[in-house]
């Protein structure tokens, strides 16, 4: 009965444990104080670089980020910063640096074990209808790219005004 009781209540920390660290994904909602959702126009350093069509739909635009408060992530040095905005509004940063093992070691102590993806080979977090976290490593860089999925409803449901607007028209 014992041994009963100490297994399920590890196995219920553990979980709480995992689900507190997915909250702190969502608490800080972004990269540093770039917050997902907000106004490009917050952001320091912020410039133009084009506009795009994202997914073949949605008109964007793609912004770097130049600001020496986004140079390192503690003592590992940053390449770039990018976002992606749709109407105003982030909603992907793309963060890229060189390979460097203390970064997932960070983020798994910030956000807790990531989940993996063998078909992509990315690591991910997500806090469910709020904000993904995907790790993706290439040969000598690593790209982190936050999502914000309530922008992304946001894109979908401006897509479904149009389809309706064209229905109505006929």
């Known amino acids: 009965m014992t041994q009963r009781f100490v297994f399920l209540f590890l196995v219920a920390a553990t979980y709480s444990v995992q689900g507190q660290d ?24 912020a410039r133009f670089q084009k506009d795009f069509t994202e997914l073949k739909e949605f008109e964007a635009k793609l912004y770097a980020v130049k600001n020496p408060s986004y140079e390192k992530i503690g003592d590992a040095d940053v390449k770039s910063v990018e976002l992606k905005v749709y109407k ?27 989940t993996y993806n063998l078909r992509t080979e990315t690591y991910s977090w997500r806090a469910p209808d709020q904000i993904s976290l995907v790790y993706k490593g290439h040969h000598k860089e690593v790209k982190l790219i936050y999502k914000s999925h309530p922008v992304i409803k946001i894109m979908y449901a401006d897509k479904k005004k149009k389809i309706e607007e064209i229905a109505d028209d006929f």
């Open 88 to 114: 105003g509004l982030i909603y992907e940063i793309i963060v890229t640096t060189p390979k460097d093992p203390r970064i997932m070691r960070g983020l798994e102590k910030s956000y807790g074990k990531a």
């Open 22 to 45: 997915v909250n702190e994904l969502a608490r800080r909602n972004g990269f540093k104080d770039i917050k997902l959702g907000s106004s490009v126009d917050s952001v320091k350093g």
